[in-house]
């Protein structure tokens, strides 16, 4: 299994990024793949999952209303499209794949997800 991040960068507050995560090595459609993110000193945090096999979508309470999770089968891909970001968001954004976890599971057993990317910086400046 492999994950790929990217788009990660710097960003004056109130603007947007969009990450990518490329996924090979397993099915695409067969597994859920959602992305964390860990600031400076803090723990690993849940952001967004989705299972491309019916597009279903789970967010984190805090996310949901300026983060949109979405994936490209044909290109084995996943996207998180990031609106109205703050310092606070700064952060090492991941992405993650497991076959044993969805929903709301998959980002509360961040500790048990088998398979990660390497990470892409996000920095949010004031």
């Known amino acids: 299994v492999q994950l790929v991040e990217s788009g990660g960068g710097s960003v004056q507050a109130g603007g947007s990024l969009r990450l990518s995560c490329a996924a090979s090595g397993f099915t695409f459609d067969d597994q859920a793949i959602g992305w964390f993110r860990q600031a400076p000193g803090k723990e690993r945090e849940g952001v967004a999952c989705?299972?491309?096999?019916?597009?279903?979508?789970y967010y984190a309470d805090s996310m949901k209303d300026r983060f949109t999770i979405s994936s490209d089968s044909a290109k084995n891909t996943v996207y998180l499209q990031m609106n109205g970001l703050q310092p606070e968001d700064t952060a090492v954004y991941y992405c993650?794949?497991?076959?044993?976890?969805?929903?709301?599971?998959?980002?509360?057993?961040?500790?048990?997800?088998?398979?990660w990317g390497q990470g892409t910086l996000v920095t949010v400046t004031s």
């Open positions: 989705i299972s491309s096999s019916d597009s279903s979508t």
């Open positions: 993650a794949t497991s076959p044993h976890y969805s929903g709301r599971y998959f980002l509360q057993n961040v500790r048990y997800l088998e398979d």
